[in-house]
T-cell receptor, first 116, second 112 residues
Framework: DGGITQSPKYLFRKEGQNVTLSCEQNLNHDAMYWYRQDPGQGLRLIYYSQIVNDFQKGDIAEGYSVSREKKESFPLTVTSAQKNPTAFYLC???????????????FGPGTRLTVL | GESVGLHLPTLSVQEGDNSIINCAYSNSASDYFIWYKQESGKGPQFIIDIRSNMDKRQGQRVTVLLNKTVKHLSLQIAATQPGDSAVYFCAEDGGSNYKLTFGKGTLLTVNP
């Protein structure tokens, strides 16, 4: 089955600790994304990557870091600098668009991070 | 419409009725739009998309209408079922090949 997996489903962190959220896709998509979702809110873009070894900040990148060493993997680290990290984190991927091509983003099941 | 703060717009319908969920988008440069469905505790699922060179697109039980003049998008669900209960998001590409901007969502509740 092709798809996007995120792990863990639930994650608890003490204040001051860094934590890394996993995202893997086997859809052969070039582009990958991380979003944050707060209760009753839409999705806000944290970081995105159009191709391996390249990534760009989204709208709320402060306190987060990413890497894209492999096409299928795009881990997100929530650092201690993130002041309010408790949220639902969603990873997505899409085909690389170009020449007017468009494609939807496919989402993983999400990781719910709670800071204790 | 869009929500303010923690309160999502809500729509409550009876099973079997048709549902219409509305979305106002902001960027006149957007030429690709998507509707997603998100069930509680899960990731969003693609429902239907539409490009700006179209006014209407139909899928299975769903229809998306695009009015570029007033920057308005709607999702129509025919014969709504309890399994349709979820939060529905619209998203626009803002002219970008990669980034999507999401609305805050509408909570649809289907009463049996």
């Amino acid at each position: 089955d092709g798809g996007i997996t995120q792990s863990p489903k639930y994650l608890f962190r003490k204040e001051g600790q860094n934590v890394t959220l996993s995202c893997e896709q086997n859809l052969n998509h070039d582009a990958m994304y991380w979003y944050r979702q707060d209760p009753g809110q839409g999705l806000r873009l944290i970081y995105y990557s159009q191709i391996v070894n390249d990534f760009q900040k989204g709208d709320i990148a402060e306190g987060y870091s990413v890497s894209r060493e492999k096409k299928e993997s795009f881990p997100l680290t929530v650092t201690s600098a993130q002041k309010n990290p408790t949220a639902f984190y969603l990873c997505a991927s899409s085909r690389r668009s170009g020449g007017g091509g468009k494609g939807e983003q496919f989402f993983g099941p999400g990781t719910r991070l709670t800071v204790l | 419409g869009e929500s303010v703060g923690l309160h999502l717009p809500t729509l409550s319908v009876q099973e079997g009725d048709n549902s219409i969920i509305n979305c106002a988008y902001s960027n006149s440069a957007s030429d690709y739009f998507i509707w997603y469905k998100q069930e509680s505790g899960k990731g969003p699922q693609f429902i239907i998309d539409i490009r700006s060179n179209m006014d209407k697109r139909q899928g299975q039980r769903v229809t998306v209408l695009l009015n570029k003049t007033v920057k308005h998008l709607s999702l129509q669900i025919a014969a709504t079922q309890p399994g349709d209960s979820a939060v529905y998001f619209c998203a626009e590409d803002g002219g970008s090949n990669y980034k999507l901007t999401f609305g805050k969502g509408t909570l649809l509740t289907v009463n049996p």
